[in-house]
């Protein structure tokens, strides 16, 4: 299954900092929860989900990328949300530098091998710099979703090809 699946255009948020507004960790949990709630999944739950795992252990994998994830009951299929923060948001990194990219995944509870290998995707489609570059210069979040397509359809990741097929 394709990230493209798991995520859809309106899943994925640029949030562009204002001067004087706080953005956090705590901050950027609430929306993600927000963005994949839905069908009979509350934002709050979604959230709550994504703190508990957040307290065990930060998803921040380090190079500007935190893959926030978890697991609910309610839920029949995966499902993905991503925002992109280009000024960075503290999160407990792995590097301890800010992340720009935060790929969330929640899940069913009874689907741990999928949720696993979704984990993966992610972390492959991140693991080159140029693409997580041009995702973080996305100018909006259907132009990031695209990205997300045309390196998905790529037989050779992040090749200097897929930045001119968007």
Do not use: C, N, W, Y
Request: hydrophobic share 45%.
């Amino acid at each position: 299954m394709k990230l493209t699946e798991l995520l859809s255009a309106d899943r994925v948020a640029i949030r562009k900092r204002s001067g004087d507004d706080a953005f956090d960790t705590a901050a950027a949990l609430r929306l993600l929860g927000s963005m994949l709630s839905g069908g009979g999944v509350d934002a709050a739950e979604v959230e709550r989900v994504l703190v508990e795992r957040e307290e065990l252990q930060s998803t921040g994998i380090g190079e500007g990328v935190a893959i926030p994830h978890g697991a609910l009951q309610a839920l029949e299929l995966q499902r993905a949300a991503l925002l992109i923060v280009p000024g960075g948001v503290e999160f407990a990194s792995i590097d301890q530098e800010k992340v720009t990219i935060l790929f969330a995944v929640v899940g069913p509870k009874r689907a741990t091998g999928e949720h696993l290998k979704t984990l993966a995707r992610v972390s492959r489609l991140l693991r080159h710099p140029e693409f997580r570059e041009r995702l973080v210069g996305a100018a909006s979040g259907e132009a990031a979703f695209a990205l997300i397509a045309v390196e998905e359809a790529d037989p050779k990741p992040s090749s200097p090809d897929a930045a001119r097929k968007v």
